[in-house]
Protein backbone atom coordinates (compact mmCIF):
# COMPACT_ATOMS: atom_id res chain seq x y z
CA UNK A 1 0.00 0.00 0.00
CA UNK A 2 1.05 3.35 -0.59
CA UNK A 3 2.05 6.00 1.81
CA UNK A 4 -1.88 7.50 3.18
CA UNK A 5 -2.32 10.98 1.21
CA UNK A 6 -4.65 13.70 1.60
CA UNK A 7 -5.17 17.27 1.65
CA UNK A 8 -4.48 19.75 4.47
CA UNK A 9 -6.32 23.17 3.83
CA UNK A 10 -5.34 26.20 5.35
CA UNK A 11 -8.82 28.34 5.48
CA UNK A 12 -6.59 31.63 6.51
CA UNK A 13 -5.07 31.90 2.69
CA UNK A 14 -7.94 30.81 1.04
CA UNK A 15 -8.94 33.93 -1.25
CA UNK A 16 -12.11 32.45 -2.54
CA UNK A 17 -10.86 32.34 -6.20
CA UNK A 18 -12.90 28.95 -6.66
CA UNK A 19 -10.04 27.71 -8.80
CA UNK A 20 -10.26 24.39 -7.02
CA UNK A 21 -13.81 24.24 -7.91
CA UNK A 22 -13.51 24.77 -11.65
CA UNK A 23 -10.29 22.59 -11.97
CA UNK A 24 -12.51 19.75 -10.31
CA UNK A 25 -15.43 20.27 -12.48
CA UNK A 26 -12.91 20.60 -15.37
CA UNK A 27 -10.69 17.24 -14.41
CA UNK A 28 -13.94 15.43 -13.38
CA UNK A 29 -16.20 16.27 -16.18
CA UNK A 30 -18.57 17.33 -14.33
CA UNK A 31 -21.08 19.76 -16.07
CA UNK A 32 -20.47 23.74 -14.91
CA UNK A 33 -24.47 24.82 -15.52
CA UNK A 34 -24.73 24.66 -11.44
CA UNK A 35 -27.66 22.09 -12.12
CA UNK A 36 -29.48 24.55 -14.43
CA UNK A 37 -29.52 26.61 -11.12
CA UNK A 38 -28.82 29.92 -12.82
CA UNK A 39 -30.01 32.46 -10.10
CA UNK A 40 -27.72 33.62 -7.36
CA UNK A 41 -27.74 32.40 -3.80
CA UNK A 42 -27.95 36.37 -2.23
CA UNK A 43 -25.38 34.53 0.09
CA UNK A 44 -22.58 36.34 -0.42
CA UNK A 45 -20.31 35.18 -3.17
CA UNK A 46 -21.25 31.53 -2.51
CA UNK A 47 -23.39 30.78 -5.89
CA UNK A 48 -22.02 27.27 -5.44
CA UNK A 49 -24.46 26.69 -2.43
CA UNK A 50 -22.96 23.17 -0.94
CA UNK A 51 -21.32 19.50 -1.70
CA UNK A 52 -23.04 17.47 -3.77
CA UNK A 53 -23.42 15.21 -6.56
CA UNK A 54 -21.83 17.31 -9.43
CA UNK A 55 -20.20 20.16 -6.96
CA UNK A 56 -17.06 18.32 -4.94
CA UNK A 57 -15.54 21.36 -4.02
CA UNK A 58 -17.34 24.36 -2.66
CA UNK A 59 -15.56 27.65 -1.44
CA UNK A 60 -17.48 29.00 1.80
CA UNK A 61 -17.89 32.46 2.32
CA UNK A 62 -18.42 33.29 5.96
CA UNK A 63 -19.24 37.57 6.62
CA UNK A 64 -18.27 37.95 9.74
CA UNK A 65 -19.32 42.07 10.24
CA UNK A 66 -20.49 44.74 12.59
CA UNK A 67 -23.84 45.71 11.93
CA UNK A 68 -22.23 49.12 10.03
CA UNK A 69 -19.40 47.29 8.73
CA UNK A 70 -16.74 49.35 9.67
CA UNK A 71 -15.50 45.91 11.55
CA UNK A 72 -14.58 42.38 10.93
CA UNK A 73 -13.64 39.89 8.54
CA UNK A 74 -14.02 37.44 5.77
CA UNK A 75 -13.60 32.95 6.65
CA UNK A 76 -12.83 31.96 3.59
CA UNK A 77 -13.31 27.52 3.48
CA UNK A 78 -12.68 25.15 0.15
CA UNK A 79 -14.50 22.19 1.32
CA UNK A 80 -14.63 19.03 0.48
CA UNK A 81 -15.14 15.24 1.00
CA UNK A 82 -12.86 14.22 4.42
CA UNK A 83 -11.15 10.86 3.44
CA UNK A 84 -11.97 9.90 6.79
CA UNK A 85 -10.09 7.19 8.34
CA UNK A 86 -13.33 5.46 9.93
CA UNK A 87 -15.59 6.87 7.12
CA UNK A 88 -19.44 6.58 7.90
CA UNK A 89 -20.16 6.68 4.25
CA UNK A 90 -18.07 3.36 3.21
CA UNK A 91 -19.36 1.68 6.64
CA UNK A 92 -23.15 2.00 5.87
CA UNK A 93 -23.20 1.14 2.28
CA UNK A 94 -24.69 -2.06 1.42
CA UNK A 95 -23.75 -2.82 -1.91
CA UNK A 96 -19.59 -2.55 -1.43
CA UNK A 97 -19.50 0.78 -4.09
CA UNK A 98 -17.99 2.82 -1.52
CA UNK A 99 -14.06 1.39 -0.78
CA UNK A 100 -11.03 2.57 0.45
CA UNK A 101 -7.80 3.11 -2.02
CA UNK A 102 -4.09 1.82 -1.74
CA UNK A 103 -3.71 5.88 -0.53
CA UNK A 104 -5.99 5.42 2.05
CA UNK A 105 -8.74 7.98 0.53
CA UNK A 106 -12.33 7.11 0.30
CA UNK A 107 -13.95 6.52 -3.82
CA UNK A 108 -17.77 5.63 -4.55
CA UNK A 109 -17.42 3.10 -7.66
CA UNK A 110 -20.01 4.59 -9.59
CA UNK A 111 -20.50 1.37 -11.73
CA UNK A 112 -21.44 -0.64 -8.71
CA UNK A 113 -23.38 1.78 -6.60
CA UNK A 114 -27.03 1.27 -7.35
CA UNK A 115 -28.67 4.86 -6.08
CA UNK A 116 -29.85 3.58 -2.38
CA UNK A 117 -28.75 7.01 -0.70
CA UNK A 118 -27.62 5.69 2.52
CA UNK A 119 -23.99 6.74 2.09
CA UNK A 120 -25.75 10.53 1.76
CA UNK A 121 -28.08 9.89 5.22
CA UNK A 122 -24.56 8.52 6.94
CA UNK A 123 -22.32 11.33 6.11
CA UNK A 124 -21.76 13.36 9.06
CA UNK A 125 -20.90 16.69 6.81
CA UNK A 126 -23.21 16.00 4.20
CA UNK A 127 -20.98 15.71 1.46
CA UNK A 128 -22.75 13.28 -0.66
CA UNK A 129 -25.30 13.74 -3.30
CA UNK A 130 -27.03 11.86 -6.30
CA UNK A 131 -25.67 13.08 -9.03
CA UNK A 132 -28.73 13.40 -11.03
CA UNK A 133 -27.05 12.44 -14.80
CA UNK A 134 -25.48 9.06 -13.41
CA UNK A 135 -28.21 8.42 -11.12
CA UNK A 136 -25.42 7.33 -8.59
CA UNK A 137 -23.76 8.62 -5.02
CA UNK A 138 -21.06 10.76 -6.11
CA UNK A 139 -18.38 12.94 -4.60
CA UNK A 140 -14.48 13.92 -4.71
CA UNK A 141 -12.45 10.66 -5.45
CA UNK A 142 -9.21 12.87 -4.54
CA UNK A 143 -8.90 12.29 -8.19
CA UNK A 144 -7.51 8.52 -7.86
CA UNK A 145 -7.18 8.49 -11.39
CA UNK A 146 -4.50 11.56 -11.04
CA UNK A 147 -2.40 9.71 -8.41
CA UNK A 148 -2.65 6.29 -9.62
CA UNK A 149 0.10 8.18 -12.27
CA UNK A 150 2.09 9.77 -9.36
CA UNK A 151 0.04 13.44 -10.06
CA UNK A 152 -0.95 15.50 -7.19
CA UNK A 153 -4.96 16.15 -7.27
CA UNK A 154 -6.54 19.05 -9.91
CA UNK A 155 -7.63 21.44 -7.27
CA UNK A 156 -4.85 21.87 -5.02
CA UNK A 157 -2.48 21.86 -8.11
CA UNK A 158 -4.92 24.82 -9.43
CA UNK A 159 -4.82 26.10 -5.98
CA UNK A 160 -2.72 29.53 -6.46
CA UNK A 161 -2.50 30.34 -2.38
CA UNK A 162 -1.39 27.09 -0.81
CA UNK A 163 -4.57 27.43 0.79
CA UNK A 164 -5.41 23.42 -0.39
CA UNK A 165 -1.91 21.28 0.14
CA UNK A 166 -1.71 17.77 -1.55
CA UNK A 167 1.04 14.90 -0.04
CA UNK A 168 1.52 11.81 2.53
CA UNK A 169 -0.54 12.66 5.77
CA UNK A 170 2.37 12.36 7.50
CA UNK A 171 4.00 15.19 6.11
CA UNK A 172 0.91 17.58 6.25
CA UNK A 173 0.30 17.40 9.51
CA UNK A 174 4.09 18.38 10.19
CA UNK A 175 3.43 21.62 8.08
CA UNK A 176 -0.07 22.61 9.81
CA UNK A 177 1.56 22.13 12.89
CA UNK A 178 4.16 24.56 12.03
CA UNK A 179 1.97 26.90 10.73
CA UNK A 180 -0.35 26.86 13.65
CA UNK A 181 2.37 27.49 16.12
CA UNK A 182 3.33 30.71 13.10
CA UNK A 183 -0.15 32.04 13.61
CA UNK A 184 0.16 31.95 17.53
CA UNK A 185 3.22 33.39 17.66
CA UNK A 186 1.84 36.01 15.26
CA UNK A 187 -0.78 36.66 17.53
CA UNK A 188 -3.66 34.56 15.71
CA UNK A 189 -4.52 32.74 18.75
CA UNK A 190 -7.73 31.07 17.58
CA UNK A 191 -6.17 29.00 14.70
CA UNK A 192 -6.41 25.44 15.92
CA UNK A 193 -6.40 22.15 13.01
CA UNK A 194 -9.44 21.01 12.74
CA UNK A 195 -9.85 16.64 12.41
CA UNK A 196 -5.72 16.01 12.23
CA UNK A 197 -6.47 14.07 15.32
CA UNK A 198 -7.33 10.33 15.56
CA UNK A 199 -10.08 11.00 17.60
CA UNK A 200 -12.26 12.11 14.99
CA UNK A 201 -13.45 9.28 12.89
CA UNK A 202 -9.63 7.91 13.17
CA UNK A 203 -8.17 11.33 11.59
CA UNK A 204 -9.59 13.05 8.61
CA UNK A 205 -7.46 12.27 5.51
CA UNK A 206 -8.68 15.83 4.68
CA UNK A 207 -8.05 18.23 7.49
CA UNK A 208 -8.54 21.84 8.42
CA UNK A 209 -6.67 24.98 10.04
CA UNK A 210 -9.68 26.95 11.21
CA UNK A 211 -9.53 30.05 13.42
CA UNK A 212 -13.13 29.85 14.55
CA UNK A 213 -15.92 26.69 16.30
CA UNK A 214 -16.89 24.50 13.51
CA UNK A 215 -19.80 25.03 13.34
CA UNK A 216 -19.22 28.83 11.74
CA UNK A 217 -18.28 27.32 8.83
CA UNK A 218 -20.64 24.39 8.93
CA UNK A 219 -18.39 21.61 10.01
CA UNK A 220 -20.05 18.91 12.93
CA UNK A 221 -17.91 20.01 16.24
CA UNK A 222 -18.61 16.50 16.90
CA UNK A 223 -18.62 13.80 14.18
CA UNK A 224 -19.85 10.18 15.02
CA UNK A 225 -20.13 6.96 13.14
CA UNK A 226 -23.36 5.82 12.10
CA UNK A 227 -22.83 2.44 13.50
CA UNK A 228 -22.96 3.81 17.45
CA UNK A 229 -26.43 3.27 17.41
CA UNK A 230 -26.24 -0.39 16.26
CA UNK A 231 -26.54 -2.38 19.37
CA UNK A 232 -28.77 -0.18 21.78
CA UNK A 233 -31.41 0.10 18.55
CA UNK A 234 -31.19 -3.94 17.56
CA UNK A 235 -31.83 -4.51 21.80
CA UNK A 236 -34.29 -2.51 22.03
CA UNK A 237 -35.73 -3.83 18.61
CA UNK A 238 -35.29 -7.08 20.43
CA UNK A 239 -36.82 -6.03 23.43
CA UNK A 240 -40.08 -5.30 21.68
CA UNK A 241 -40.31 -8.22 19.78
CA UNK A 242 -40.20 -10.39 22.92
CA UNK A 243 -42.74 -7.95 24.50
CA UNK A 244 -45.17 -8.18 21.86
CA UNK A 245 -45.14 -11.39 21.43
CA UNK A 246 -45.23 -11.93 24.85
CA UNK A 247 -49.01 -9.72 24.70
CA UNK A 248 -49.96 -11.86 21.56
CA UNK A 249 -49.16 -15.38 23.45
CA UNK A 250 -50.94 -14.02 26.24
CA UNK A 251 -54.04 -12.96 24.67
CA UNK A 252 -54.88 -15.73 23.15
CA UNK A 253 -53.86 -18.23 25.56
CA UNK A 254 -55.96 -16.11 28.23
CA UNK A 255 -58.89 -16.48 25.72
CA UNK A 256 -58.33 -20.50 25.83
CA UNK A 257 -58.35 -19.99 29.62
CA UNK A 258 -61.19 -17.73 30.34
CA UNK A 259 -63.52 -19.97 27.14
CA UNK A 260 -62.27 -23.24 29.61
CA UNK A 261 -63.62 -21.81 32.48
CA UNK A 262 -66.98 -20.51 31.22
CA UNK A 263 -67.71 -24.05 29.72
CA UNK A 264 -66.68 -25.44 33.12
CA UNK A 265 -69.94 -26.97 35.01
CA UNK B 1 -23.52 24.90 18.97
CA UNK B 2 -24.15 27.48 16.64
CA UNK B 3 -27.90 27.22 17.24
CA UNK B 4 -28.48 23.57 16.21
CA UNK B 5 -28.50 21.25 19.38
CA UNK B 6 -26.71 18.07 18.01
CA UNK B 7 -23.75 17.18 15.86
CA UNK B 8 -26.37 15.30 13.43
CA UNK B 9 -27.70 18.72 11.77
CA UNK B 10 -24.44 19.04 9.64
CA UNK B 11 -25.90 15.67 7.39
CA UNK B 12 -27.45 15.89 4.43
CA UNK B 13 -30.80 15.22 4.31
CA UNK B 14 -30.80 11.21 1.35
CA UNK B 15 -34.16 12.48 0.21
CA UNK B 16 -36.03 9.46 1.26
CA UNK B 17 -39.70 10.06 0.28
CA UNK B 18 -43.00 8.58 -0.33
CA UNK B 19 -41.48 5.35 -1.75
CA UNK B 20 -39.74 4.37 1.47
CA UNK B 21 -42.70 5.79 3.83
CA UNK B 22 -44.79 3.35 1.67
CA UNK B 23 -42.39 0.63 2.02
CA UNK B 24 -42.03 1.32 5.70
CA UNK B 25 -46.04 1.16 6.08
CA UNK B 26 -46.50 -2.18 3.83
CA UNK B 27 -43.10 -3.85 4.96
CA UNK B 28 -44.57 -3.77 8.87
CA UNK B 29 -47.78 -4.70 7.66
CA UNK B 30 -45.98 -7.83 5.62
CA UNK B 31 -43.96 -8.57 8.88
CA UNK B 32 -46.27 -7.93 11.25
CA UNK B 33 -49.61 -10.13 10.04
CA UNK B 34 -47.22 -13.04 9.43
CA UNK B 35 -45.93 -12.89 13.06
CA UNK B 36 -49.98 -12.93 13.93
CA UNK B 37 -50.74 -15.53 12.16
CA UNK B 38 -47.80 -17.87 13.06
CA UNK B 39 -49.18 -16.40 16.44
CA UNK B 40 -52.04 -18.01 15.77
CA UNK B 41 -51.30 -20.88 14.31
CA UNK B 42 -48.57 -21.69 17.50
CA UNK B 43 -50.84 -20.62 20.34
CA UNK B 44 -54.54 -20.39 19.08
CA UNK B 45 -57.12 -22.43 18.59
CA UNK B 46 -58.16 -24.61 15.26
CA UNK B 47 -61.19 -22.59 14.68
CA UNK B 48 -59.13 -19.42 14.14
CA UNK B 49 -57.12 -21.09 11.42
CA UNK B 50 -58.99 -18.70 8.94
CA UNK B 51 -58.10 -15.82 10.62
CA UNK B 52 -54.42 -16.96 10.14
CA UNK B 53 -54.64 -17.66 6.47
CA UNK B 54 -55.97 -14.25 6.30
CA UNK B 55 -52.42 -13.05 8.10
CA UNK B 56 -50.36 -14.83 5.36
CA UNK B 57 -52.60 -13.30 2.69
CA UNK B 58 -52.05 -9.92 3.88
CA UNK B 59 -48.29 -10.71 4.24
CA UNK B 60 -47.02 -12.00 0.83
CA UNK B 61 -48.47 -9.49 -1.30
CA UNK B 62 -47.11 -6.96 0.82
CA UNK B 63 -43.90 -8.88 0.96
CA UNK B 64 -43.46 -8.01 -2.92
CA UNK B 65 -44.65 -4.75 -2.63
CA UNK B 66 -42.19 -3.59 -0.50
CA UNK B 67 -39.65 -5.00 -3.02
CA UNK B 68 -41.00 -3.20 -5.53
CA UNK B 69 -40.74 -0.19 -3.77
CA UNK B 70 -37.59 -0.50 -2.76
CA UNK B 71 -36.53 -1.32 -6.38
CA UNK B 72 -38.09 2.19 -7.28
CA UNK B 73 -36.68 4.10 -4.75
CA UNK B 74 -33.30 3.27 -5.97
CA UNK B 75 -31.06 5.94 -8.61
CA UNK B 76 -30.73 3.24 -10.35
CA UNK B 77 -33.18 0.46 -10.03
CA UNK B 78 -31.58 -2.20 -12.66
CA UNK B 79 -28.99 -2.82 -10.42
CA UNK B 80 -31.06 -3.35 -7.12
CA UNK B 81 -29.36 -6.98 -7.36
CA UNK B 82 -26.04 -5.41 -5.98
CA UNK B 83 -27.29 -5.40 -2.83
CA UNK B 84 -27.29 -9.04 -2.59
CA UNK B 85 -24.73 -9.93 -5.07
CA UNK B 86 -21.37 -8.02 -5.37
CA UNK B 87 -21.14 -6.79 -9.24
CA UNK B 88 -17.82 -7.33 -9.67
CA UNK B 89 -16.86 -10.66 -7.84
CA UNK B 90 -20.40 -12.20 -8.23
CA UNK B 91 -19.71 -13.34 -4.74
CA UNK B 92 -22.28 -12.61 -1.92
CA UNK B 93 -22.60 -9.22 -0.59
CA UNK B 94 -23.25 -9.22 2.70
CA UNK B 95 -22.11 -6.32 5.49
CA UNK B 96 -23.94 -7.67 8.72
CA UNK B 97 -22.98 -4.49 10.34
CA UNK B 98 -25.27 -2.53 7.44
CA UNK B 99 -28.46 -2.69 8.32
CA UNK B 100 -29.68 -1.87 4.63
CA UNK B 101 -27.52 -5.07 3.87
CA UNK B 102 -28.61 -7.38 6.09
CA UNK B 103 -32.28 -6.04 5.84
CA UNK B 104 -31.91 -6.85 1.82
CA UNK B 105 -31.17 -10.36 3.13
CA UNK B 106 -33.93 -10.52 5.92
CA UNK B 107 -36.75 -9.42 3.13
CA UNK B 108 -35.58 -12.11 0.65
CA UNK B 109 -35.68 -14.75 2.76
CA UNK B 110 -38.56 -13.40 4.40
CA UNK B 111 -40.39 -13.36 0.92
CA UNK B 112 -39.41 -16.97 0.61
CA UNK B 113 -41.21 -17.64 3.98
CA UNK B 114 -44.47 -15.61 2.89
CA UNK B 115 -44.69 -17.19 -0.51
CA UNK B 116 -44.07 -20.65 0.84
CA UNK B 117 -47.16 -19.96 3.77
CA UNK B 118 -49.17 -18.37 1.44
CA UNK B 119 -49.22 -21.31 -1.03
CA UNK B 120 -49.86 -23.26 2.50
CA UNK B 121 -52.53 -20.99 3.76
CA UNK B 122 -54.37 -21.10 0.19
CA UNK B 123 -53.80 -25.04 0.21
CA UNK B 124 -55.50 -25.73 3.68
CA UNK B 125 -58.74 -23.09 2.85
CA UNK B 126 -58.86 -25.10 -0.19
CA UNK B 127 -58.98 -22.80 -2.02
CA UNK B 128 -56.20 -24.05 -4.87
CA UNK B 129 -55.85 -28.16 -5.05
CA UNK B 130 -52.24 -28.49 -4.43
CA UNK B 131 -53.02 -30.89 -1.24
CA UNK B 132 -49.44 -31.31 -1.13
CA UNK B 133 -48.96 -27.40 0.07
CA UNK B 134 -50.72 -28.63 3.20
CA UNK B 135 -47.61 -29.62 4.42
CA UNK B 136 -46.24 -26.81 4.71
CA UNK B 137 -49.06 -25.20 7.03
CA UNK B 138 -49.52 -25.90 10.67
CA UNK B 139 -50.44 -28.35 12.17
CA UNK B 140 -47.88 -30.55 10.93
CA UNK B 141 -44.80 -30.26 12.63
CA UNK B 142 -42.63 -29.02 9.43
CA UNK B 143 -45.30 -26.17 9.05
CA UNK B 144 -45.02 -25.12 12.24
CA UNK B 145 -41.06 -25.01 12.12
CA UNK B 146 -41.60 -22.57 9.27
CA UNK B 147 -44.41 -20.07 11.11
CA UNK B 148 -41.75 -20.29 13.66
CA UNK B 149 -38.71 -19.38 11.79
CA UNK B 150 -41.18 -17.06 8.81
CA UNK B 151 -42.33 -15.29 12.58
CA UNK B 152 -38.93 -14.43 13.46
CA UNK B 153 -37.91 -12.72 10.32
CA UNK B 154 -41.56 -11.29 9.60
CA UNK B 155 -40.59 -9.42 13.06
CA UNK B 156 -37.00 -8.31 11.86
CA UNK B 157 -38.52 -6.95 8.47
CA UNK B 158 -40.91 -4.74 10.47
CA UNK B 159 -38.07 -3.25 12.87
CA UNK B 160 -35.28 -3.63 10.96
CA UNK B 161 -36.05 -0.12 9.54
CA UNK B 162 -36.17 1.82 11.95
CA UNK B 163 -32.72 0.45 12.79
CA UNK B 164 -31.77 1.53 9.66
CA UNK B 165 -32.61 5.48 10.43
CA UNK B 166 -30.23 4.73 13.30
CA UNK B 167 -27.53 3.73 12.12
CA UNK B 168 -27.21 7.35 10.38
CA UNK B 169 -26.03 10.76 11.32
CA UNK B 170 -29.44 12.75 10.57
CA UNK B 171 -31.19 14.33 12.74
CA UNK B 172 -34.05 12.60 14.98
CA UNK B 173 -33.35 9.25 13.36
CA UNK B 174 -29.80 8.87 14.84
CA UNK B 175 -30.55 10.81 17.80
CA UNK B 176 -32.65 8.29 19.19
CA UNK B 177 -32.49 4.29 19.68
CA UNK B 178 -36.11 3.71 20.01
CA UNK B 179 -37.32 3.77 16.77
CA UNK B 180 -36.86 -0.07 15.57
CA UNK B 181 -38.96 -0.58 18.63
CA UNK B 182 -41.29 1.74 17.93
CA UNK B 183 -41.67 0.26 14.37
CA UNK B 184 -42.06 -3.50 15.62
CA UNK B 185 -44.79 -2.24 18.31
CA UNK B 186 -46.27 -0.07 15.42
CA UNK B 187 -46.35 -3.16 12.84
CA UNK B 188 -48.32 -5.41 15.20
CA UNK B 189 -50.61 -2.94 16.31
CA UNK B 190 -51.35 -1.99 12.36
CA UNK B 191 -50.92 -5.57 11.04
CA UNK B 192 -54.01 -6.57 13.91
CA UNK B 193 -56.02 -3.84 12.37
CA UNK B 194 -55.69 -4.42 8.74
CA UNK B 195 -56.35 -8.39 9.78
CA UNK B 196 -59.70 -7.26 12.37
CA UNK B 197 -60.67 -4.80 9.09
CA UNK B 198 -60.50 -7.42 6.65
CA UNK B 199 -61.90 -10.12 8.35
CA UNK B 200 -65.02 -7.90 9.40
CA UNK B 201 -65.21 -7.20 5.58
CA UNK B 202 -65.66 -10.40 5.00
CA UNK B 203 -68.29 -11.47 7.72
CA UNK B 204 -66.35 -13.52 9.52
CA UNK B 205 -66.64 -14.64 12.86
CA UNK B 206 -64.26 -16.57 14.29
CA UNK B 207 -63.98 -16.40 17.86
CA UNK B 208 -60.09 -15.19 17.52
CA UNK B 209 -60.79 -11.99 16.16
CA UNK B 210 -62.19 -10.59 19.47
CA UNK B 211 -58.88 -11.73 20.56
CA UNK B 212 -56.93 -9.66 17.97
CA UNK B 213 -59.03 -6.78 19.20
CA UNK B 214 -58.22 -7.57 22.95
CA UNK B 215 -54.47 -7.90 21.71
CA UNK B 216 -54.31 -4.49 20.09
CA UNK B 217 -55.55 -2.53 22.66
CA UNK B 218 -52.94 -3.76 24.99
CA UNK B 219 -50.25 -3.09 22.00
CA UNK B 220 -51.84 0.11 21.35
CA UNK B 221 -50.82 1.80 24.77
CA UNK B 222 -47.16 0.27 24.48
CA UNK B 223 -46.72 2.05 21.13
CA UNK B 224 -47.87 5.80 22.81
CA UNK B 225 -45.23 4.43 25.72
CA UNK B 226 -42.88 4.26 23.37
CA UNK B 227 -43.65 6.94 21.05
CA UNK B 228 -43.36 8.95 24.41
CA UNK B 229 -39.72 7.86 25.65
CA UNK B 230 -38.83 8.52 21.85
CA UNK B 231 -39.72 12.12 22.72
CA UNK B 232 -38.37 12.00 25.91
CA UNK B 233 -35.10 10.35 23.96
CA UNK B 234 -34.70 12.75 21.69
CA UNK B 235 -34.12 15.55 24.25
CA UNK B 236 -33.00 18.69 22.70
CA UNK B 237 -33.37 17.05 19.13
CA UNK B 238 -37.09 17.25 20.10
CA UNK B 239 -37.34 21.02 18.77
CA UNK B 240 -37.26 19.63 14.98
CA UNK B 241 -40.61 18.63 15.94
CA UNK B 242 -42.04 22.00 16.68
CA UNK B 243 -43.53 22.22 13.31
CA UNK B 244 -46.41 20.66 11.46
CA UNK B 245 -44.59 17.25 12.09
CA UNK B 246 -44.93 18.05 15.91
CA UNK B 247 -48.70 18.72 15.58
CA UNK B 248 -49.50 15.66 13.20
CA UNK B 249 -47.78 13.29 15.56
CA UNK B 250 -49.80 14.69 18.07
CA UNK B 251 -53.55 15.08 16.37
CA UNK B 252 -53.03 12.65 13.57
CA UNK B 253 -50.89 9.63 15.64
CA UNK B 254 -51.44 9.89 19.30
CA UNK B 255 -55.04 11.68 19.14
CA UNK B 256 -55.98 9.92 15.95
CA UNK B 257 -54.71 6.79 15.86
CA UNK B 258 -54.38 5.92 19.54
CA UNK B 259 -56.59 7.87 22.02
CA UNK B 260 -59.72 7.79 19.93
CA UNK B 261 -58.88 3.68 18.97
CA UNK B 262 -58.44 3.25 22.71
CA UNK B 263 -61.52 5.40 23.81
CA UNK B 264 -63.98 3.51 21.55
CA UNK B 265 -62.83 0.05 22.55
CA UNK B 266 -62.98 0.79 26.07
CA UNK B 267 -66.47 2.78 25.61
CA UNK B 268 -68.09 -0.30 23.44
CA UNK B 269 -66.57 -2.95 25.74
CA UNK B 270 -66.99 -6.59 24.71
CA UNK B 271 -70.51 -5.64 23.28
CA UNK B 272 -69.95 -2.81 20.25
CA UNK B 273 -68.52 -5.01 17.90
CA UNK B 274 -70.02 -2.29 15.49
CA UNK B 275 -66.51 -0.37 16.15
CA UNK B 276 -64.30 -2.80 15.49
CA UNK B 277 -64.16 -1.41 11.71
CA UNK B 278 -63.61 2.40 12.78
CA UNK B 279 -60.68 1.30 15.55
CA UNK B 280 -59.17 -0.99 12.67
CA UNK B 281 -59.60 1.53 10.39
CA UNK B 282 -58.09 4.56 12.42
CA UNK B 283 -55.21 2.33 13.87
CA UNK B 284 -53.80 2.05 10.37
CA UNK B 285 -54.66 5.57 9.78
CA UNK B 286 -52.46 6.72 12.71
CA UNK B 287 -49.68 4.64 11.90
CA UNK B 288 -49.40 5.51 8.39
CA UNK B 289 -49.02 8.99 9.50
CA UNK B 290 -46.61 7.84 12.09
CA UNK B 291 -44.09 6.56 9.06
CA UNK B 292 -44.86 9.66 7.34
CA UNK B 293 -43.71 11.89 9.83
CA UNK B 294 -40.74 10.10 10.85
CA UNK B 295 -39.31 9.34 7.48
CA UNK B 296 -40.32 13.26 6.15
CA UNK B 297 -39.13 15.40 9.21
CA UNK B 298 -35.97 14.39 9.31
CA UNK B 299 -35.61 15.31 5.87
CA UNK B 300 -36.03 19.21 5.92
CA UNK B 301 -33.44 20.01 8.81
Redesign the interface.
Known amino acids: MAEPMGFYTDTTVCIGCKSCEVACKEWNQLPSTNGGVNTLSGDSYDNTRRLDGTHWRHVKFIEQFTEDRKDGRWLLMSDVCKHCVHAACLEVCPTGAITRTEFDTVVIQSDTCNGCRDCIAACPFGVIETNPVSGVAQKCTLCYDRLQVGMEPACSKACPTQSIQFGTIKDLHDRAEKRVEQLHQGGEKRAYLYGADEKMLGGLNSFYLLVDKPEVYGLPPDPKMPTRNLASSSWFSALGAVLVGLIGIFNFRNRGASEREETRP | ??G?PS??????????GWLITLYFFFGGLAGGSY??AS??DL???PE?RPLSHLGYYIAFPCVVLSGLLLTL?????E??W??LI???TFRP?F?P?????IG?WALLIFGIFAFISFLGALADAKRIPWAAWRKVHPPSLLGRFIAAIGGIFG?YVS??T???L?????PI??DT?????????SA?STSAALMILLAKKSSWTM??L???Q??DA??IP?ELI?LIAVMVSLGPVLRAWLNVWGLLLLFGVIGLGMLLPLALYWRSGKRGEHNMTTTAALVLVGNFILRLVIVFSAQGV
Do not use: Q
Open positions: MNVSTFFSAPPDWFLLIFGRDDLGRPRFHMESNMKWSPISSFGYGVLAVTNRWSPLLGLLFIVAPGLDLRMCVLV
